[in-house]
T-cell receptor, first 115, second 115 residues
Framework: NAGVTQTPKFQVLKTGQSMTLQCAQD?????MYWYRQDPGMGLRLIYY???????DKGEVPNGYNVSRLNKREFSLRLESAAPSQTSVYFC??????????????FGPGTRLLVL | LAKTTQPISMDSYEGQEVNITCSHN???????ITWYQQFPSQGPRFIIQ???TKVTNEVASLFIPADRKSSTLSLPRVSLSDTAVYYC????????????????FGAGTRLAVHP
């Protein structure tokens, strides 16, 4: 049981390049999330997916696209990277059973530097 | 979604009890309160969750007054390893409600524990 895994761990891009951040979870969770965290700041929600086949915008979706490939995988794509997208990106998955303890897990993060 | 307000930072010393208060004046009936902990270079980790009154686990206690407009995370006898950022989140507990799948993190409270 690996939990939430993210690839790559670190990436350097030039302005205008594209890339896809991969996320996978093996806990059979329905909901998955992408956040970004800038230095010294809290996490900001980019996109989320309530279930396989659905995605919705979060607080800061501009410049990003997502794909919920299947229940396990949720990818984040930067079509044309900008220096303002330099950040640490966290993927998370979550399930909640009504009236019981929530379980949400975060991946280790992807550090992205856009030059 | 209910907005949360926390102190930006707190300082404490080893062995002391630390109480971090979160205000959520617009909390809704279906909302529950969850706290996360984040160490540098890691994703947030779930600490505790509650709906009303008091919840205790092996890590912390969560106190929620009757009006539920605030909550207090209590960390007993902190150590240096409790130095982290603590986030308070308020979210819907019913999976098919509109607000359920959004998890919005605020800036959090930076706790520094000193020797």
């Amino acid at each position: 049981n690996a939990g939430v895994t993210q690839t790559p761990k670190f990436q350097v891009l030039k302005t205008g390049q594209s890339m896809t951040l991969q996320c996978a979870q093996d806990m059979n969770h329905n909901s998955m999330y992408w956040y970004r965290q800038d230095p010294g700041m809290g996490l900001r929600l980019i996109y989320y997916s309530a279930s396989e086949g659905t995605t919705d915008k979060g607080e800061v979706p501009n410049g990003y696209n997502v794909s919920r490939l299947n229940k396990r995988e949720f990818s984040l794509r930067l079509e044309s990277a900008a220096p303002s997208q330099t950040s640490v990106y966290f993927c998370a998955s979550r399930t909640v059973r009504i009236l019981t303890q929530e379980t949400q897990y975060f991946g280790p993060g992807t550090r992205l530097l856009v030059l | 979604l209910a907005k949360t307000t926390q102190p930006i930072s707190m300082d404490s010393y080893e062995g002391q009890e630390v109480n971090i208060t979160c205000s959520h004046n617009n909390i809704a009936t279906n909302d529950y309160i969850t706290w996360y902990q984040q160490f540098p270079s890691q994703g947030p980790r779930f600490i505790i969750q509650g709906y009303k009154t008091k919840v205790t686990n092996e890590v912390a206690s969560l106190f929620i007054p009757a009006d539920r407009k605030s909550s207090t995370l209590s960390l007993p006898r902190v150590s240096l390893s409790d130095t982290a950022v603590y986030y308070c989140l308020v979210g819907d507990m019913f999976e098919f409600s509109g607000g359920y799948n959004k998890l919005i993190f605020g800036a959090g409270t930076r706790l520094a524990v000193h020797p």
